[in-house]
């Protein structure tokens, strides 16, 4: 070796060391980068070296220490910001040796360190502490590591999951009944006449008081005429005992006729008249029971009270004082009041009276929704006229067979019911009910027209509705081709219907007829609108069921059609169904996509970040390559980064494994990260188009064109834009290896579109210029800088021109 040789070396070998800290000089190892990837209770720490060092931990509570041997970190190495989880990080060169420490928010559970020398990496995995595992460290080592459970059983708070109709919606048409609710008074029972029969001391003698024409108008309820008979009497009438009676029992036939006013003024002078005597107490009670049977049953219930203390068992008016307060209690709605009335046991209940106690006690079921109780009691007492003279009774006997689907007898009760009403809209709802009785039994379509009698004979009330409701369901489903004509009627039943509920059935069934007929997007507008409109009403739960189905299958068609806008718009006006977990989440990716196409790549990220944060291990995978590229076209090369090296440690042998590797030297080369960017480069270079070019661009940058030759040389199909850049690129290689005819050709079929274009024309004059052809030269030089578009490689043309003319 030379002396000049041996100079060259100890100055290098001088100026290098210059170049070094004391500690790199000894180091085998830099720490080059640290990424960091929080979840919900863990955190990943991924570090990059030239070297993987040795290590190890020192754990004290809330602090760790990682002392890396033989390691420094690089020049201006910057750590990752401090958060709620690693609260502050602090890093130390001492003895050769880098220790990091860690400062956390509350003692980790698990710090577990994975080195991987191939790759020169170090994976950091951290499950954190929270303040159950520091207030209760052995209970927290039991459950050391444990996350929530992917549900596997079903969630019946879905509405979709829940809903009867959902495996077969159109049966909801023929299925679904909404709550008729018929009203009917209470009617009020009043004595046997006459009243004085029951009136101490001579009770039943009282009867002998009044002749026999009296008693035969009232068998045939002629009161007036009664009235006219007991005033002649009362005028020639000289005992005063026998003469108040007689207006005791003019007052009766008064209340019998329905004259308030007329018995209220005969009642309350019989009760202050003989205020002191038991006629009194009659009185006052009659008072009470005609309040009851025509003005309030709600004062009656209060001057009934105020009378108890005059009932005794042994009263005989007793058991029709108590049958009156029970009906008053159930006119009042006090139902518990109601039942400690019928559940007295002390007194007895003659004739009639323990069938109509039996009767309350069937409408006391009725009333409080116990309706098998209340279908036994009716039951009983069927074959008796005292049921089918009492209508609301009746009324609740009828309901109780349809509920209990024995419809023929709830038609045919409802039919004698009908008799009983002369109120037009009672005696239509009435009707309506009968005739649905009807259609459990009869041919559905046969129905049709009794139903559309309903409609035209009840217009304009809530029977006409319903009927006409009824008949439309009935030809959608039988009649071919009906459902246009269905969607008129639906539409304008919703619009114009008198009661909420119709209304609300026949705007769900509108949109529900679009969903049958392939119209989803129709459809669903139709039931966000529904669903705001009618956020009380029966069907709600429904129509979100129908929404929940609906609404993956519209975001899809929408992503499919390019309608991303619209995709995510409908897709936050339900957020609440994602947030409830009602809809796959799966369809979250839809809506990253969506904001992936419209350019909003910080939306999609956090979507997908969402994404691979909740799903299930198996499910996580699919999500990282979409998330890498959203960053990636958003600039965020530090996410590309973070969540490639995640995507690595987890998944090595992962089926993105060469896009998402792709997409991360893409990012070090935009960053001109060239060397860091050749060091993740596979050997060999997969058999992609894109990743031929990316090495290939690498090699070209590095200068080793053996190596671009090497690349694109490998028979791979390329198009299009890539086409011209690997034709360049290999030219270009070939050229300055010495290849000149095989570059000359590959320069040649540069098209004028292509940003190499100028460079190529460059090249084929100067190669024309090289075999002593300048008249060929000084051409493709001329039709370089008058067509070209790189001021580089024009001005370049233009000095050769310059010089020819120099020269010549």
Known sequence: ???????????????VSLCLTPSQSLAESILTRINKVNEKDTVELYFSFTKTPGYRTNIREKRVDLILENTSLKPKFEFFEPDDKIVKILSLDKNNKTILSFFFRYPPQQFNVVPNEKEQKMTVNILLGNPYSTALPDFSAKLEGLTLLKRTTKDYSNPLIASPYAADWKSFFRIYESKVTISLPIQITVLPFPAIALLPP??????????????????????????????????????????????????????REGKFSDAYKQFYLLAEEYSEEEISVFAKYLLALLRAKFQDPYIADYELRNLESFMSPANPLTPYFLITQIETALATGQLERMQKLLDRDDIPYPGQTILIRELRQADYWYATGDLIK???????LNKHEILLDKTFSLNGYCDTLYQQKQFPDAALYYNTLANHIKDKQLLGIINYRRHMAELHFKPELEMADYFARIENTYPGTEAGFRGALKKTDIKYLNLKNWAPQALLYYKALAEKSVTRATREEASFKEALVFSLHDDKIKSIDLLMDFLRNFRKGELYETGQALLIELLPQVIKEYVKKGMYMEALVIAKQNRKLFLKNWVDIGLLAEMAQSYQALGIYNEASKLYLYLINISSEDQKEKYYLPLISAAYDHGDYKIVEDYSDQYSYHYPNGTHKNDILLLRIKSLMIEEDYQGAITLLPQPIPDSVDFSLVAASLYFHEDNYAKVIETLEQPIEVTGSQRSRSDFLLA?????????????????????????????????AELSKDRGDNEASLKIYEELVETGSSPLWIKMAQKELEFAKVTQ
Request: glycine share 2%; aromatic share 10%; charged share 25%.
């Open 732 to 764: 270009e290689s070939l050229y300055q290896q010495g290849a000149y005819n095989k570059a000359e050709k590959l320069y040649a079929t540069i098209p004028v579109s292509s940003i190499h274009h100028d460079q190529s024309l460059y090249r084929l």
């Open 202 to 255: 001579d009770k039943e003698k009282n009867k002998k008081l009044l002749s026999q024409e009296i008693y035969k108008l009232a068998e045939q309820n002629l009161w007036v005429d009664a009235q006219a008979l007991l005033l002649r009497s009362i005028a020639r009438e000289k005992d005063p005992e026998v003469k108040k009676k007689l207006a005791l029992t003019y007052g009766d036939t008064l209340l």
């Open 1 to 15: 070796m030379s002396m000049n040789n041996t100079i060259k070396i100890l100055l290098s070998i001088f100026f």
């Open 374 to 380: 209340a279908y036994v009691g009716y039951q009983l």
